[in-house]
T-cell receptor, first 115, second 112 residues
Framework: ETGVTQSPTHLIKTRGQQVTLRCSSQ?????VSWYQQALGQGPQFIFQ???????GRGNFPPRFSGLQFPNYSSELNVNALELDDSALYLC??????????????FGEGSWLTVV | GESVGLHLPTLSVQEGDNSIINCAYS??????FIWYKQESGKGPQFIID?????DKRQGQRVTVLLNKTVKHLSLQIAATQPGDSAVYFC???????????FGSGTKLNVKP
């Protein structure tokens, strides 16, 4: 139990729709990262939020966007869904940045299927 | 491009034997590494970590070794149990902002 909770756990969307995924970080953690994990692959970094600001982005198009709230919870939004967006979306929280050794703790993920 | 990769996609071991899972990385600036275990349908679970100023770290039944000269990381699991069956990922941190890069994983099968 990492204390990182995500919702919904499973959802199915139609191509072209929009989706919002939610994450509550571990208590006291001020940094939230989102990862996409396609079947059979390792997680890929989407972006990170630190104190409500985006703090780094991976190779994902602008239709992937996010928010972090004052309580450090976060949302991942994906617009204009494509079939290849079908994946497990993982949220990870950690404490602070800039320090070596800040372990990131993952939630159980949200399984998104785009049909 | 620079990447994190694993030498063996699948590893099968007998229950009670020791397991060694390997990982190669190519970014010499990476300063922190984590091993995760992922069971089917679940999120990655932290196992053990190591900073780049160390070459070995031990936990309960697990040991991580870091060889910066050849950019190699390994996870050793002692007395492997059926509950250790999962996919194992190594992740490297390449900057100061806690962004991690994962390999494609090694599946560990423990035979009873």
């Amino acid at each position: 139990e990492t204390g990182v909770t995500q919702s919904p756990t499973h959802l199915i969307k139609t191509r072209g729709q929009q989706v919002t995924l939610r994450c509550s970080s571990q208590s006291g953690h001020n940094t939230v990262s989102w990862y996409q994990q396609a079947l059979g692959q390792g997680p890929q970094f989407i972006f990170q939020y630190y104190r409500e600001e985006e703090n780094g982005r991976g190779n994902f198009p602008p239709r992937f966007s996010g928010l972090q709230f004052p309580n450090y919870s976060s949302e991942l939004n994906v617009n204009a869904l494509e079939l290849d967006d079908s994946a497990l979306y993982l949220c990870a929280s950690s404490l602070a940045t800039g320090l070596a050794g800040n372990t990131i703790y993952f939630g159980e993920g949200s399984w998104l299927t785009v049909v | 491009g620079e990447s994190v990769g694993l030498h063996l996609p699948t590893l099968s071991v007998q229950e009670g034997d020791n397991s060694i899972i390997n990982c190669a990385y190519s970014n010499s600036a990476s300063d922190y590494f984590i091993w995760y275990k992922q069971e089917s349908g679940k999120g990655p679970q932290f196992i053990i970590d190591i900073r780049s100023n160390m070459d070995k770290r031990q936990g309960q039944r697990v040991t991580v070794l870091l060889n910066k000269t050849v950019k190699h990381l390994s996870l050793q699991i002692a007395a492997t149990q059926p509950g250790d069956s999962a996919v194992y990922f190594c992740a490297e941190r390449r900057d100061n902002f806690n962004k991690f890069y994962f390999g494609s994983g090694t599946k560990l099968n423990v035979k009873p």
